[in-house]
């Protein structure tokens, strides 16, 4: 176990060294004070039509707060989109690239085996791309609720949700970094990636047209690749009831936003598909020929 934790510092001092944490925390900061500036203009924009209606200027209840409910299931997608692209690129190169550098012999020369290397890695690369994705999910909640004054309805289950997106993509990188070269290997997540989101945007259409075979072949991307099933899954969290009831009203039109709850099955299968591609990259990078 002193192996893995030791490779997990290691990825942590190689993301430090490549300056990848400061300049990924300066642009976090500049995205969340463009977000919440816009949020801050918006109450003020409500805030003068409610006193202009003679309308009290307090905390907004039904339909009148789906501005703000949009704003944070809108900012909540942005975290996630911006989680995963950090995942891919964090980790792209995980074990690929110490091999196509050539510092891969030097460390499975020491007396480490080739699976703790690739649970080190994920492990160290997990834990930054989560604790990222959290913090950046409790700011934008709190600059969200400090302005507003609105909290979503269960925004734990929601940002629970979305992390487990994030370990789903960290670990699928991480399984393509023992099989392909890095290039390739992003490419071939981004795929998976845009096959999962193609999946929500089929199920929405197939359910506005009534089509029971759009909404199949959305099953099966979800199947493929749950991300953008865990994502809807999140933003019914945060939506409240009234905005839940005009998006059943479209039938589900909004392919972004669920009105119904994530499946369990979705939940248990995401999380043995992470639990699977850990395993088949150590599995598989044991027995690769370097």
């Not at 893995?4 to 300056?19: D, F, I």
């Not at 953008?228 to 945060?238: C, F, I, K, M």
């Amino acid at each position: 176990m002193s192996n893995v934790l030791l490779m997990a510092r290691l990825s942590l001092s190689e993301a430090l060294r490549k300056k990848l944490i400061v300049v990924l925390l300066v642009l976090t900061a500049a995205f969340l004070g463009f977000y919440l500036y816009g949020v801050l203009r918006l109450e003020q924009n409500l805030t003068e039509r409610a006193a202009d209606a003679g309308l009290s200027a307090g905390p907004r209840r039904g339909l009148g707060a789906l501005p703000v409910v949009y704003s944070g299931v809108f900012g909540m997608y942005l975290v996630y989109f911006l989680g995963s692209l950090m995942a891919v690129l964090s980790t792209v190169a995980s074990v690929s690239g110490d091999i196509e550098s050539g510092v891969m012999q030097s460390v499975i020369a020491r007396p480490v085996t080739r699976a703790q290397v690739v649970l080190g890695r994920w492990l160290g690369f997990t834990g930054m791309n989560v604790l990222y994705v959290l913090l950046v999910s409790v700011a934008l909640l709190t600059g969200l609720y400090l302005i507003t004054g609105y909290l979503p309805p269960a925004p734990a289950a929601a940002v629970a949700q979305i992390l487990l997106g994030i370990v789903l993509i960290t670990s699928l990188t991480v399984l393509g970094s023992t099989l392909f070269a890095t290039l390739a290997n992003g490419i071939a997540v981004f795929v998976l990636y845009g096959l999962g989101s193609a999946g929500g945007i089929l199920k929405s259409i197939g359910a506005l047209a009534n089509s029971p075979t759009m909404e199949s072949l959305g099953n099966a991307a979800n199947i493929v690749m749950p991300t953008n099933a865990l994502w809807l899954g999140a933003s019914y969290n945060l939506q409240t009831e009234g905005a839940l009831q005009l998006a059943q009203v479209a039938r589900g039109a909004n392919p972004f936003a669920s009105t119904t709850p994530i499946e369990p099955g979705i939940l248990i299968w995401a999380a043995v598909y992470t639990a699977l591609a850990v395993l088949l990259a150590m599995w598989r990078f044991s027995r690769r020929d370097l």
